[in-house]
């Protein structure tokens, strides 16, 4: 085991090989975006040597109800992933990989974790529609959309960068965004572990019940 650095500009390099439409793009994410320090693991995830904050963060869930991230998972398990419904590849992916993995907990431990998709393009992302694209993936999976601001100011916070959607010359719309999912201790509330695009199906099963008791995976 030795201690690494990762730093946000990498991981976006990283997904900036492999993503057009879903992404980060390191030469505009870089300012304002918390620095991440992590001790490398053998598998998918990296372990943080400062976990994060959880933010505070209210934003309205698919119901159209406000929903305080804080409150709202005090002491449970959570995940936490900023991406958009337009994706064309990562999103759907990584939300998916997620749901699989879950299936596979027991019925108590699917219970107590809380798995949070935040848009990063609210303005297509209404309720509505983030509610319906992500039922299909599962649907006690929550959805939050509201201000691009504060959903960028709390995306930052975690070392996370976004950028505003832009309309393309074809006149598709593309958000740039860090592909990292996060991980909240039911014991600390901190986000202590991160994993990036490249988690698939069986790193989520095999740590997940780790992750679910607040243990290191």
Same mark, same amino acid.
């Given at each position: 085991?030795?201690?690494? %650095?990762?730093?946000?500009?990498?991981?976006?390099?990283? #997904?900036? @090989?492999?993503?057009?439409?879903?992404?980060?793009?390191?030469?505009?994410?870089?300012?304002?975006?918390?620095?991440?320090?992590?001790?490398?693991?053998?598998?998918? #995830?990296?372990?943080?040597?400062?976990?994060?904050?959880?933010?505070? @963060?209210?934003? $309205?869930? !698919?119901?159209?109800?406000?929903?305080?991230?804080?409150?709202? !998972?005090? /002491? %449970?398990?959570?995940?936490?992933?900023?991406?958009?419904?337009?994706?064309?590849?990562?999103?759907?992916?990584?939300?998916?990989?997620?749901?699989? #993995?879950?299936?596979?907990?027991?019925?108590?431990?699917?219970?107590?974790?809380?798995?949070?998709?935040? !848009?990063?393009?609210?303005?297509?992302?209404?309720?509505?529609? @983030?509610?319906?694209?992500?039922?299909?993936?599962?649907?006690?999976?929550? /959805?939050?959309?509201?201000?691009?601001?504060?959903?960028?100011?709390?995306?930052?916070?975690?070392?996370?960068?976004?950028?505003?959607?832009?309309?393309?010359?074809?006149?598709? *719309?593309?958000?740039?965004?860090?592909?990292?999912?996060? #991980?909240?201790?039911?014991? $600390?509330?901190?986000?202590? *572990?991160?994993?990036?695009?490249?988690? $698939?199906?069986?790193?989520?099963?095999?740590?997940?019940?780790?992750?679910?008791?607040?243990?290191?995976?």
């Amino acid at each position: 085991m030795r201690t690494t %650095r990762v730093t946000v500009a990498a991981l976006a390099v990283a #997904a900036a @090989l492999t993503l057009t439409a879903c992404g980060s793009d390191p030469a505009k994410n870089d300012g304002g975006v918390t620095q991440i320090t992590g001790e490398k693991k053998t598998g998918a #995830a990296t372990l943080l040597d400062r976990p994060f904050d959880k933010p505070e @963060l209210v934003l $309205t869930d !698919t119901t159209g109800k406000p929903w305080n991230l804080r409150e709202q !998972t005090k /002491g %449970r398990p959570t995940l936490i992933y900023f991406g958009y419904t337009n994706c064309p590849d990562v999103c759907p992916l990584t939300m998916s990989n997620i749901a699989v #993995a879950k299936k596979a907990l027991p019925k108590e431990d699917r219970d107590k974790l809380q798995v949070v998709f935040v !848009t990063t393009d609210p303005e297509r992302d209404t309720p509505e529609s @983030l509610g319906a694209w992500l039922r299909a993936q599962d649907p006690a999976f929550t /959805g939050l959309t509201g201000d691009f601001s504060t959903i960028q100011a709390a995306a930052r916070s975690l070392g996370i960068g976004i950028d505003p959607p832009k309309k393309e010359a074809d006149g598709s *719309v593309v958000s740039m965004h860090g592909a990292q999912v996060i #991980a909240f201790s039911p014991k $600390t509330d901190e986000g202590y *572990v991160l994993y990036g695009e490249g988690t $698939t199906v069986d790193d989520y099963t095999k740590d997940l019940p780790k992750i679910i008791k607040g243990e290191n995976p």
